[in-house]
Nanobody, 124 residues
């Protein structure tokens, strides 16, 4: 069982920045495509960003493109999400996810393992 632990969430004013991290227990972390998703209160979970096994391919939701950057460190088994120019509508619980394939994916159903989530709150 792959264990994923997110951290880095918090309360930040609009226009601020946060960096989320997700540490994996899986020693073959580099074999997994990874993604970030988020879920706001009363809304469905939505895709944020995804990255392939070596970081060479990334894809973002239109709502975060140009503001968020996904990256990974396969030596440290860590996935990151740098979030800049945060908006109140970015407020949500953010989840990292892993899928047993080297490519990323935009659908939650494509992922096999999920973290417990970290809360991000952006004040206006």
């Amino acid at each position: 069982q792959v264990h994923l632990v997110e951290s880095g969430g918090g309360l930040v004013p609009a226009g601020g920045s946060l960096r989320l991290s997700c540490v994996s227990s899986e020693r073959t972390f580099s074999a997994y495509g990874m993604g970030w998703f988020r879920q706001a209160p009363g809304k469905e979970r939505e895709f944020v960003a995804t990255i392939n096994w070596n970081g060479g391919s990334t894809y973002y939701a239109d709502s975060v493109k140009g503001r968020f950057t996904i990256s990974r460190d396969n030596v440290k088994n860590t996935l990151s999400l740098q979030m800049n120019s945060l908006k109140p509508e970015d407020t949500a619980v953010y989840y990292c996810a892993a899928r047993r394939t080297s490519v990323g994916g935009r659908l939650g159903s494509e992922y096999d393992h999920w973290g417990q989530g970290t809360q991000v709150t952006v004040s206006s």
